[in-house]
C-alpha cells in the first residue's frame, strides 16, 4: 500500500531491477532484483517520498511511495 509504513510491496509486470532514489535524486538502493508479481521489499527506508524505479527488458516503470 501507498503510503507504507513498515511492509514494501511492489508489483512488476515481468522480472527487473528495482532502484530507489529520494526526491533529491540521490540513489538509495540499487540493483534490487523483483520478480513478475507481487514483491515484498525488505528495506529500511526513513520517513519520505521516494522514487522506485523498475528496470524492464523493454521499458522502465516509476513509482512514488510515501514512507510513514
Do not use: A
Amino acid at each position: 500500500p501507498n503510503p507504507s509504513t513498515e511492509d514494501l510491496f511492489i508489483e512488476s509486470p515481468q522480472k527487473g531491477i528495482l532502484t530507489v532514489f529520494n526526491t533529491q535524486g540521490q540513489m538509495i538502493f540499487k540493483n534490487l532484483p523483483v520478480n513478475k508479481g507481487v514483491n515484498h521489499i525488505k528495506i529500511k527506508l526513513e520517513p519520505q517520498v521516494y522514487f522506485f524505479h523498475i528496470y524492464l527488458d523493454t521499458d522502465t516503470i516509476i513509482k512514488r511511495v510515501l514512507i510513514k
